[in-house]
């Protein structure tokens, strides 16, 4: 059970398996990875700063300010710059995302029906649930 948590928790299995499947999306669109990601989290998360997205997704400043600045160049996100505070910039995504949100959100959800595949909706809320608390334990440990 252990080893299972361990390599969970590295995520490195999960992570061949999503770059399995959003590999053609991202050659598709002339996207990275982490710039599909960004384009998820804003379209779930409307008006959102990159450093909101830098804390809650754990991320080099760097790579995301990069990703940020690629999106905004390709059409895909448009940056406003915070009113109160011009140090900041809330992102938006634009049309031209939409069908790249629309694919990566079906590609999702395959590759969760594959992930649960043989899982009862009892056990994956259980899973939710306690996964939800590890996470709030992870973000008092973390910085």
């Known amino acids: ?44 998360n409307p008006g959102s700063s990159a450093s909101t997205f830098i804390k809650e997704m754990g991320l080099n400043k760097g790579q995301v300010s990069v990703a940020m600045d690629s999106l905004s160049s390709g059409g895909f996100i448009a940056l406003e710059q915070d009113n109160k505070d011009h140090r900041y910039s809330h992102a938006s995504i634009t049309e031209k995302a939409l069908p790249v949100l629309e694919d990566a959100e079906r590609l999702k959800a395959q590759y969760e029906k594959m992930i649960f595949s043989g899982i009862s909706p009892e056990e994956a809320s259980s899973f939710w649930s306690v996964l939800e608390k590890i996470m709030a334990n992870l973000r008092k440990i973390g910085p």
């Open 1 to 44: 059970m252990a080893d299972n948590l361990d390599i969970v928790l590295r995520g490195r299995m999960l992570k061949r398996i999503s770059d399995l499947a959003f590999g053609e999306l991202r050659r598709k669109y002339g996207l990275k990875q982490l710039e599909v990601e960004i384009l998820i989290y804003l379209s779930r």
